[in-house]
């Protein structure tokens, strides 16, 4: 996000703030508080990424063959969960929108508090001089609020409220494309730049955190797509402003850049089987 030029900015901002607006739009009060209900499952959503994922990522960083740097990156990402770009994947399973917006807010929140926990135990100098105010206050403007302001609509005005939500979805999918093409040649370097072999552990790590989401996500086909996707797709922005407060050098942003590539076409290919799936169950359920 730090690395960003102003452009890819304004519309990263744009696709968090709709995606959290139409989540909002399309989940009632009464679905968040079921969501906070759930104990057993958000207990598991909280194990796979603060305990099992942070075991695969520091286990593959000490025993594979990576660079310093590499490595270094794999174990930021193992203990920093949170990815907001999830909510672009797990936003089109309808029927678990308040589990997909609480995950994402949840997530990213406590990344705040745990993740730096974490990494004084695996990496000491990680934390130092991290600018904690300044990104609470992004978490809050850009996820909190906007899901706050989308059910406060719901919940006032039910009907506008479902005509707004689909133009809103519209236009976080075409904001979120917009930031994968304006920051494509940078991925690609990257990419290039890290080598075949860190490229390989990172889409290892990226499958393994994915089964590791969907083992723990709960008995619904639903919440265990949104955990697979939620626990795979890591904090790469916090993971950026802790490499650039703590590491001096370039070295490790280029791994971080690249995972933040690598991450989207497995969840993309993850959510269209499951909307093409869903598609056809409902088909024969219709027939």
């Not at 709709?18 to 598991?44: A, F, N, W």
């Not at 997909?100 to 990496?123: D, E, K, N, W």
């Not at 919940?155 to 979805?169: G, I, M, Q, V, Y």
């Not at 499958?207 to 939620?230: C, H, K, N, Y």
């Amino acid at each position: 996000m730090f690395l960003m030029d102003s452009l890819s900015k304004i519309f990263l901002y744009l696709f968090l703030v709709t995606s959290m607006l139409g989540v909002g739009l399309q989940t009632s009060v009464m679905d968040m508080r079921s969501l906070l209900e759930s104990k057993g499952l958000l207990l598991r959503l909280l194990a796979a990424n603060f305990i099992v994922v942070p075991i695969i990522g520091i286990a593959m960083a000490r025993m594979m063959n990576l660079s310093p740097e590499v490595a270094t990156a794999l174990i930021l990402l193992a203990c920093t969960p949170g990815g907001v770009s999830a909510v672009q994947f797990t936003s089109k399973i309808k029927s678990s929108l308040a589990f997909a917006g609480g995950a994402a807010v949840t997530l990213s929140f406590l990344s705040m508090i745990i993740s730096p926990l974490l990494l004084m135990f695996v990496l000491p100098s990680a934390t130092a001089g991290l600018p904690y105010g300044r990104i609470f206050l992004n978490i809050a403007v850009l996820l909190l609020l906007p899901l706050a302001v989308g059910m406060l609509v719901r919940f006032k005005w039910e009907e506008l409220a479902s005509r707004l939500a689909k133009p809103f979805a519209i236009i976080g999918t075409i904001s979120f494309l917009v930031v994968l093409i304006l920051l494509m040649n940078i991925r690609k370097q990257a990419m290039h730049e890290i080598g075949s072999t860190a490229v390989i552990a990172m889409l290892l790590f990226i499958v393994l955190s994915m089964a590791t989401g969907w083992f723990l996500g709960g008995p619904d086909r639903e919440t265990r797509q949104i955990s697979a996707t939620a626990s795979s797709m890591r904090f790469a922005a916090l993971c950026l402003v802790i490499a650039l407060n703590s590491f001096p050098g370039p070295g490790i942003y280029t791994p971080l850049i690249a995972f933040s590539a690598l991450m989207i076409p497995p969840n993309l290919l993850f959510t269209i089987f499951y909307i093409i799936q869903k598609k056809r169950q409902s088909r024969k359920s219709s027939q």
